[in-house]
């Protein structure tokens, strides 16, 4: 039985924020979407039943990390990573470019060979090619592969970045070729360019005659301001193709989501709500909240009166703060579950809203408040 094919349905705007479908072989993702980070084949401190309570449709995983430990050829030999890792959602991995630029020991960027860098891990040399990275991201069998690119750090420096950004572009053209045809697999370009919009829409317009099944923007996320951020998609909204997803890498904030989605765009990854959770941050309708904070020692309230999932609720702050200031894993466990889930009914709720034409009062109504 042939494998479904991956599509993209756009089936309400609002604006330019948009509601859609993207259909893969391993079910439906309901965009605009938040993908959970499970950087080493795990969210950390969340099992893969619960991220599915969560309402999370799809994950992210690393190809960086996993081919540093455990490495490509263990988790082929386990069947792929949905059957390493016990989840039958389905998988964008990243190309590993962001963490080459941020993590190695070493790294040496060549236009021919790719990026050659030490493990952050034990030094051990390792060469990412486009061809490598794609070979090793259809080794993990994931869902949504991306591209090859050149993640540089934030600078004014026009010319680096423009010299980066042709590579990248070089690096997606052969990133295509290697990735062939796989119909129920997608293969996403990522827009470079830095905070310079001729690069942007140079970058866009050389992704799209190459021809990708969805457009992430990438090199965000760096150190910029919001603002900065937010005036990168509103150069690039016009021109980014309407029968594809847009995906903005490493974003972020509930803020940002919701600034996001009103330039267009319809998927986000983040580690910040895991690692949130992790150190005592919760997000909730009403702000966030320092939970090892001495004034919840007390209070018996739950930790968001408005989650209406997975029934968290039954824990109270006190309980909460107590978990946190005696370094019990459970803590932890509670609040990732907690940040999670409010990201998704955030999600939820933004569709909700385009459905009925209601998005920018939302916006406007949360902006400011999450």
Not at 169 to 180: E, H, I, N, P, Q
Not at 297 to 326: A, G, I, M, R, V
Not at 343 to 358: A, D, F, P, V, W
Request: proline share 3%.
């Amino acid at each position: 039985m042939a494998l479904k094919e991956f599509a993209f349905k756009l089936l309400n705007k609002d604006g330019y924020a948009r509601e859609g479908i993207i259909e893969t072989h391993r079910g439906v993702i309901r965009t605009p979407a938040f993908m959970p980070v499970g950087t080493q084949a795990t969210v950390k401190a969340c099992t893969i039943d619960d991220i599915k309570k969560t309402g999370s449709d799809i994950i992210l995983a690393n190809t960086y990390h996993l081919m540093i430990r455990p490495g490509v050829e263990r988790i082929q030999n386990a069947g792929g990573l949905h059957s390493f890792m016990n989840c039958d959602l389905p998988i964008l991995t990243d190309s590993g470019g962001f963490q080459v630029m941020s993590l190695s020991k070493l790294n040496k960027i060549d236009r021919e060979k790719g990026a050659i860098f030490n493990s952050h891990v034990d030094g051990k040399k390792f060469y990412l090619s486009p061809e490598e990275s794609i070979k090793i991201q259809l080794g993990l069998n994931s869902d949504i592969v991306m591209i090859m690119d050149e993640c540089p750090k934030k600078t004014d420096d026009y010319e680096l970045i423009k010299k980066s950004m042709e590579l990248s572009l070089y690096w997606a053209d052969r990133s295509k070729k290697a990735f062939g045809k796989n119909p129920h697999k997608a293969l996403f370009g990522i827009v470079q360019g830095g905070l310079f919009k001729d690069l942007r829409l140079l970058s866009l317009k050389g992704l799209l005659n190459i021809n990708f099944d969805g457009y992430a923007i990438g090199g965000l996320a760096v150190g910029e301001t919001q603002e900065e951020m937010f005036k990168v998609l509103d150069d690039i909204k016009e021109n980014l193709p309407k029968n594809k997803p847009h995906y903005l890498m490493g974003v972020g904030t509930p803020s940002d989501i919701l600034g996001a989605v009103k330039r267009g765009i319809d998927m986000f990854d983040c580690v910040m709500p895991t690692r949130s959770g992790r150190t005592g941050l919760a997000f909730t309708w009403n702000g966030r909240i320092n939970i090892k904070n001495n004034k919840y020692q007390n209070d018996n309230s739950p930790l968001d009166e408005k989650c209406k999932n997975l029934n968290l609720n039954k824990y109270s702050k006190n309980y909460l703060n107590h978990l946190f200031n005696t370094n019990e894993i459970l803590g932890s466990m509670l609040l990732t579950l907690n940040n999670i889930n409010f990201y998704q009914e955030l999600m939820s709720e933004i569709r909700k809203n385009i459905q009925k034409g209601t998005f920018n009062e939302f916006h406007d109504k949360y902006i400011d408040k999450l």
